[in-house]
């Protein structure tokens, strides 16, 4: 049986879905990336998959270049002849979704963010809108990774009732990001920002904070992880950055690809972000690890906190809201953050766990007719992964 997964960056496929993946190889499928090349296009072949390099412009609003792109998947989708066909990104779910439909192929879209589609009204975002509404005719079903984005599709008209689904993010993985002692024990309490360098994330409210929590508490220590420069209209230069470090607010730790050292030297993981998030995966992994978590009361971010239990939920765009949520946490004992951060990792299991959102991709592929293994060949456990599975720097 042929699968196709269909992403606008072959990064993504491997750090993002290397479960399923390997789920997917050990079943016997045989797995196709279909994704532009990229450092990580090695890595899936390595592990059984054929990758397929697709040039795509993520960001770009050429019409000619998206028709093309849309050709070359017909094209594609025609001559592999897939069983299932799963996209990712906005680009392969509209444009792989017209394409899969011309290929008589079976289909799911999966958003993982809306991002500038809905947060802006200009002419591209009601464009993309138009064509999600022409494109989501095709899938089987159209997955969303909160709820919050699976109603705004439903308000607009976007997708019929019958097919939009709820995934509840796209799972992570409890054994790799297990619990650790701090590498370097210290007085120091420290919180983590873990995103791309953008103002969208709520960098910029972040470091408001910190100005305003270190005034009271100078052992109160503030990083920021994640690539600066990314091509992105909200993007934060290096220059700024270095900026923010003359000052001493915060200390910029750059990039890395495995983030598991650093979240365990962390006390609170952050993310203060205005941006439509999906589900944020730096916050899933930071609280599996068992670290309380700060974020804004907004879409995506929200389904990650039991605010008070797990972490504390506080409004976008309110730097003084944040440095109170950041002074509260100071001001708690190291149990009683110890105790949240653990309430968090439990949660995780419950609701958020890669177990159980692969066991979704499967019970789907078998509703539409893709033959899956025995359940006696089912895997029920994960062995260690490559630290490069997880350079969540880029969330």
Same mark, same amino acid.
Not at 169 to 196: N, S, Y
């Given at each position: 049986?042929?699968?196709?997964?269909?992403?606008?960056?072959?990064?993504?496929?491997?750090?993002?879905?290397?479960?399923?993946?390997?789920?997917?190889?050990?079943?016997?499928? #045989?797995?196709?990336?279909?994704?532009?090349?990229?450092? +990580?296009?090695?890595?899936?072949?390595?592990m059984g998959c054929q990758v397929i390099?697709?040039p795509m412009s993520a960001k770009g609003?050429?019409?000619?270049?998206?028709?093309?792109?849309?050709?070359?998947?017909?094209?594609?989708?025609?001559?592999?002849?897939?069983? +299932?066909?799963?996209?990712?990104?906005?680009?392969?779910?509209?444009?792989?979704?017209? &394409?899969?439909?011309?290929?008589?192929?079976?289909?799911?879209?999966?958003?993982?963010?809306?991002?500038?589609?809905?947060?802006?009204?200009?002419?591209?975002?009601?464009?993309?809108?138009?064509? *999600?509404?022409?494109?989501?005719?095709?899938?089987?079903?159209?997955?969303?990774?909160?709820?919050?984005?699976?109603?705004?599709?439903?308000?607009?008209?976007?997708?019929? &009732?019958?097919?939009?689904?709820?995934? #509840?993010?796209?799972?992570?993985?409890?054994? #790799? +990001?297990?619990?650790?002692?701090?590498?370097?024990?210290?007085?120091?309490?420290?919180?983590?920002?873990?995103?791309?360098?953008?103002?969208?994330?709520?960098?910029?409210? *972040?470091?408001?904070?910190?100005?305003?929590?270190?005034?009271?508490?100078?052992?109160?220590?503030?990083?920021?992880?994640? &690539?600066?420069?990314?091509?992105?209209?909200?993007?934060?230069?290096?220059?700024?950055?270095?900026?923010?470090?003359?000052?001493?607010?915060?200390?910029?730790?750059?990039?890395?690809?495995?983030?598991?050292?650093?979240?365990?030297?962390?006390?609170?993981?952050?993310?203060?972000?205005?941006?439509?998030?999906?589900?944020?995966?730096?916050?899933?992994?930071?609280?599996?690890? %068992?670290?309380?978590?700060?974020?804004?009361?907004?879409?995506?971010?929200?389904?990650?906190?039991?605010?008070?239990?797990?972490?504390?939920?506080?409004?976008?765009?309110?730097?003084?809201?944040?440095?109170?949520?950041?002074?509260?946490?100071m001001t708690m004992s190291a149990a009683?953050?110890?105790?949240?951060?653990?309430?968090?990792?439990?949660?995780?299991?419950? %609701?958020?766990?890669?177990?159980?959102?692969?066991?979704? *991709?499967?019970?789907?592929?078998?509703?539409?007719?893709?033959?899956? %293994?025995? &359940?006696?060949?089912?895997?029920?456990?994960?062995?260690?992964?490559?630290?490069?599975?997880?350079?969540?720097?880029?969330?």
């Amino acid at each position: 049986m042929k699968i196709i997964l269909t992403s606008n960056t072959a990064w993504s496929l491997f750090n993002f879905r290397f479960g399923l993946i390997q789920q997917l190889l050990k079943k016997g499928f #045989h797995v196709i990336i279909v994704a532009p090349q990229d450092e +990580f296009s090695a890595k899936l072949q390595t592990m059984g998959c054929q990758v397929i390099d697709l040039p795509m412009s993520a960001k770009g609003v050429n019409p000619l270049e998206d028709l093309l792109l849309i050709w070359r998947l017909y094209t594609l989708y025609r001559s592999l002849r897939p069983d +299932f066909v799963i996209h990712y990104t906005i680009k392969p779910n509209i444009y792989g979704s017209i &394409a899969a439909k011309l290929a008589g192929k079976q289909c799911i879209s999966i958003t993982t963010g809306l991002g500038y589609t809905f947060v802006n009204d200009n002419w591209v975002a009601k464009t993309a809108r138009c064509l *999600y509404k022409l494109a989501f005719r095709s899938p089987n079903e159209v997955w969303f990774l909160n709820e919050d984005d699976r109603q705004i599709f439903l308000q607009h008209g976007l997708v019929d &009732a019958n097919r939009a689904v709820l995934l #509840h993010g796209e799972g992570v993985d409890m054994a #790799h +990001f297990a619990p650790r002692t701090k590498p370097v024990p210290d007085d120091k309490i420290r919180f983590l920002l873990i995103a791309r360098m953008l103002w969208d994330k709520g960098v910029g409210e *972040y470091v408001e904070a910190a100005r305003i929590v270190r005034q009271q508490y100078p052992n109160a220590v503030f990083q920021l992880l994640g &690539a600066c420069g990314v091509p992105n209209p909200s993007v934060i230069g290096r220059e700024q950055i270095a900026e923010w470090e003359q000052e001493g607010v915060v200390d910029y730790l750059g990039t890395t690809n495995d983030v598991r050292p650093i979240i365990a030297q962390a006390d609170c993981v952050v993310l203060p972000s205005f941006y439509r998030e999906g589900v944020p995966r730096t916050l899933m992994e930071a609280a599996a690890m %068992a670290k309380p978590l700060i974020t804004t009361d907004n879409v995506g971010c929200r389904d990650v906190v039991r605010n008070g239990e797990t972490g504390l939920l506080c409004p976008v765009k309110d730097a003084q809201a944040l440095a109170d949520s950041c002074l509260k946490m100071m001001t708690m004992s190291a149990a009683q953050r110890n105790a949240m951060g653990q309430a968090g990792r439990q949660f995780m299991a419950d %609701a958020f766990a890669e177990q159980k959102v692969i066991a979704q *991709y499967m019970v789907t592929l078998a509703r539409y007719g893709v033959e899956i %293994a025995p &359940a006696s060949q089912a895997i029920t456990d994960y062995t260690e992964l490559p630290a490069s599975r997880a350079p969540t720097h880029q969330g």
